[in-house]
Structures are given as structure tokens and as C-alpha cells.
């Protein structure tokens, strides 16, 4: 249905319009009858149906000149109501229009639910890698894109997605910022970015945020607006061509330690607990290597120092984080001790 409103033509249609116009239709044929022949409401709505749907029963009761002039109307305007609505359904049903509202509702509900996820912003080039890796190792998040396309690329990949502007709060709010994991600022522009992060970081202080940077100045801009990390995908790149050319044996061996794809080997980091058993203990003590077969290659401690092959008398301290090399199912108890309480 077209509306004329001033010199613009606004275009009203969809499944609800037509099913609203077809009831506002019986509604009407049925009034119609009780009033112009006198009918109890259950006869003059069986009247209407029949009618609208030219299914050619005959008539509840005798019907006068005037009730045969307003039965007339009531064929012209109500089949072709009924006609446009039942095609409308149809085609909605066909061409796949109902299994995309379904798919909009439950992301909806899945959005209102999720927690302990990731908010990437951007599904360019470099959001879709993150993306990827998060799908294979099975991490939960969300993607944030302002292109139609790209959005629903992100989707058919199997992606919980919102259309929308990732540096606005009501939409971090709406994807779920105050129950995130971390968010991944990788939109199209360092301006966008950093925008992006400014938000997230005045909504949640404690908030882990990785932001991608082009440029040198990006790089700071980016700290400054409170990412915890930023990642200048060109000058790791280039990097990775230097040493895959001076050291590749070097190389092979980190892609296959960090690789989500690779079923022998994983490099992984084990947070400790206060209440771990593993806490308060050197590694020699805690027996890493006998018991879960692991190497730990570096400490992260609490104010973010790092200490390289730590030696074997090496304090275990509550807030450290262990990053160590082993097989994933060794990793997995490894985790699950380091939260056990004793």
C-alpha cells in the first residue's frame, strides 16, 4: 500500500500490515451484518469468512437489498485482502523470509544471554581471521560490523552479529559489554578504533581490549584511550617475513606450538588462583612436568613482568600467569588444578 504524504511516497507493507488490514476486514463485515440485519455476532462473522474466502456456501440467512449491496463490498475489498495477505505469507514462507526473522529473534535472545565472550568490532580482513581462530577453539563472542554485507557474511559463518556502531555505548550494551571476556577493537580506520576502545574502557574499567593499529601514532592513541594491547598487523607481519627468512626452523615450531589446529602440541597460559593448590609452591615443588607432562616456558606475574625460563626453584605466586608448551589434554587438567581450591 502507497501513502501520499507531502511530495514523498512511503511505501507501508509486510506480513503484519496485510494480516492487520484482513482482520480490520472481518472485523468490519462483521459489524456490518449485526447491524444492517440484525444477526447475532457468531452468524455475521460465519457470513464474513464465507464471503471473504469464496468458499461459495450459501447464506446464513436471507439477505436484504441492503445487506446484498454491503455483501458485494465486502467481496471486492475482502478477497482481495485475503488474496494479498495469503501471497504475502506465501512468499515470505518461500523465499526464506520467516526462517531469517526466527534466526534475528534468537540472536536476539542468545545476545540477551551470552557471557564470558569476546566483542569484535569489525568483520574486515582482520576481524574474520580473529573470528576464525575463536570458532576453532570454541571462545564465544559477538561482532560488531556497520556493513550490511560484511554482517551477514559473519553470520552465515556461524557469528552471533549486530549492524550497528561499535564506538556508541547502547550498542557495547546491547551486545553484552558489562558480562564480555574481552573486546577486539579492529574496525576499518585507527579513528574508529580508537573511538571504539574510548567507549569500552569508560563503560568497563577492568575490561581486557586488544586494539589494531596502522600506524605509529595510532599506536599511542590507542594506549591512551585505554587499550590493554595493540596490534600494528604490518609491522607483525613484516616481522614474521624477517625471521621466517632467518630462522625458520624457529618459525615452524612456534605456528605448530600456537596453532588451534594442531592435536599433538599447544603453547597455553594457566591463571593461578589464590585458592589453587599450585600456589605459594616453586615449580620443581608443584611437580609440573612429572604430573602433567608440560615445560613451562615463561611467568607472567600480576604487574605484568615476565620472567623467561623460569629456573626450577621459581616461586609460584597466586595471580601469576604460567605460560607452558604441552599436549592439550595435559593443558586441560593443568587449568583445572590451577582453580582448585585445597
Known amino acids: 500500500m502507497t501513502v501520499l504524504k507531502g511530495d514523498r511516497w512511503f511505501r507501508a507493507q509486510g506480513p503484519a500490515f496485510a494480516v492487520a488490514l484482513l482482520l480490520l476486514i472481518i472485523a468490519g463485515g462483521t459489524a456490518g451484518y449485526v447491524l444492517i440485519e440484525g444477526w447475532s455476532p457468531w452468524d455475521a462473522f460465519y457470513m464474513t469468512i464465507v464471503t471473504v474466502t469464496t468458499v461459495g456456501y450459501e447464506e446464513v440467512h436471507k439477505l436484504s437489498r441492503a445487506g446484498q449491496a454491503f455483501t458485494v463490498a465486502l467481496l471486492l475489498s475482502g478477497v482481495g485482502a485475503a488474496l494479498y495477505t ?51 577453539q570454541g571462545v564465544p563472542y559477538v561482532v560488531v560490523e556497520r556493513n550490511a554485507d560484511r554482517l551477514q ?12 556502531d561499535a564506538s556508541r555505548e547502547d550498542v557495547l550494551k546491547r551486545v553484552g559489554i558489562d558480562r564480555a571476556r574481552g573486546l577486539i577493537a579492529a574496525v576499518g580506520t585507527d579513528a574508529e578504533n580508537v573511538y571504539a576502545v574510548l567507549s569500552a574502557r569508560v563503560m568497563r574499567p577492568d575490561l581486557f581490549i586488544v586494539g589494531r593499529a596502522e600506524t605509529e601514532d595510532a599506536t599511542i592513541k590507542l594506549k591512551r584511550a585505554g587499550a590493554n594491547r595493540v596490534i600494528s ?80 626453584d621459581t616461586a609460584i605466586r597466586p595471580g601469576d600467569k604460567l605460560v607452558v608448551l604441552g599436549r592439550p589434554e595435559s593443558l586441560k587438567r593443568l587449568d583445572a588444578d590451577a582453580a582448585a581450591v585445597r
Not at 520467516?98 to 534475528?104: D, F, G, I, S, Y
Not at 540477551?112 to 570458532?135: E, L, M, N
Not at 597455553?268 to 589453587?276: C, D, G, L, P, Y
Request: aromatic share 6%; glycine share 6%; net charge neutral.
Open 86 to 136: 495469503f501471497t504475502l505469507l506465501a512468499t515470505v514462507v518461500v523465499e526464506g523470509g520467516l526462517p531469517k526473522r526466527l534466526q534475528r529473534r534468537r540472536q536476539l535472545r542468545m545476545l540477551d544471554t551470552i557471557r564470558d565472550h569476546f566483542i569484535i568490532c569489525g568483520y574486515g580482513r582482520i576481524g574474520s581471521i580473529v573470528a576464525r581462530q575463536f570458532r576453532r
Open 153 to 164: 557474511e559473519a553470520i552465515e559463518d556461524g557469528a552471533l552479529g549486530v549492524e550497528a
Open 233 to 312: 598487523p604490518y609491522q607483525i607481519g613484516a616481522v614474521q617475513i624477517a625471521q621466517t627468512a632467518l630462522r625458520p626452523a624457529v618459525v615452524d615450531f612456534m605456528e605448530l606450538a600456537t596453532s588451534s589446529d594442531n592435536l599433538d602440541l599447544a603453547m597455553e597460559q594457566i591463571t593461578i588462583t589464590a585458592q589453587s593448590t599450585l600456589a605459594n609452591r616453586s615449580i620443581v615443588e608443584a611437580n609440573l612436568r612429572q604430573r602433567y607432562g608440560v615445560i613451562v616456558v615463561g611467568i607472567q606475574r600480576e604487574d605484568s613482568r615476565m620472567e623467561f625460563n623460569p629456573e626450577p
